[in-house]
């Protein structure tokens, strides 16, 4: 169900993960198209386009332990499994930025491949939220598939999230902000079909001091605030 729509915003909230038939948990997604409002972690710029490494990336980012590779190709295409790719590369990957329709940047971006390819991100500490810049959100079940500690995100929610219709399946990247999350310290990202492929960025970790940082500006202004309406309210 949709919480609120403004512009190219929206926010879903999902009745609940399922797993054995349990509900596990209510995220939130927010999703847009107009780039994201979050920081994207650098892993750097190719001079082309394709694919260029399925080496485990180590200690990538601020509480990002790392990033691992599985399995998964592209159908007739060789060197083309799970990995880093940048650009864009006909009938293997589609590079996720910018948001809105698939642009060319050669800026490196993550892919699970099709074939039951996998990206494992794992974080250094338990997170509930996470930034996802997600290229061509698919609809279709076995699509562009987030798994973590029993919560599962689809493409199609994420396309549902963004208030388009399945028509628009594979056409958007979109930028994703989920919270509400059961904690968990790695996010499996897959494709389990047989023609398709998952590629997004995930977004930065903030650092511990920067969220303490941001709660006290936070409530400082706050206090501003109501100092200023108490005041007004004594005039």
Not at 108 to 128: H, I, K, P, R
Not at 137 to 142: L, V
Not at 150 to 178: C, F, H, M, R, W
Not at 199 to 214: C, H, I
């Amino acid at each position: 169900m949709y919480a609120f729509k403004s512009g190219t915003m929206v926010a879903a909230v999902l009745a609940g993960s399922m797993l054995a038939g349990s509900v596990l948990a209510s995220p939130i997604i927010s999703a847009q198209l107009t780039g994201p409002s979050f920081g994207v972690l650098n892993l750097g710029t190719a001079l082309s386009a394709g694919f260029q490494s399925s080496s485990t990336i180590m200690n990538p980012g601020l509480d990002i332990a790392s990033i691992a590779f599985s399995g998964g190709s592209s159908s007739g295409v060789p060197n083309t499994g799970s990995g880093l790719y940048a650009g864009n590369t006909a009938n293997v990957a589609t590079s996720p930025f910018p948001t809105g329709l698939p642009g060319n940047s050669l800026q490196n971006y993550l892919v699970a491949q099709a074939n039951g390819g996998t990206v494992t991100v794992t974080y250094n500490s338990l997170q509930t939220s996470v930034d996802i810049l997600w290229g061509t959100a698919d609809y279709a079940s076995g699509y562009n598939l987030v798994t973590g500690n029993g919560d599962q995100i689809t493409g199609a929610d994420i396309l549902a999230a963004a208030g388009l219709p399945s028509s628009d399946s594979g056409k958007y990247n979109i930028a994703v902000e989920i919270t509400g999350l059961t904690p968990f310290d790695s996010l499996t990202f897959s494709d389990t079909t047989s023609n398709s492929a998952f590629e997004f960025a995930v977004g930065e970790v903030p650092e511990p001091g920067t969220l303490a940082l941001m709660s006290i500006g936070l409530a400082a202004l706050g206090w501003m605030v109501q100092r200023r309406r108490q005041s007004n309210s004594a005039i």
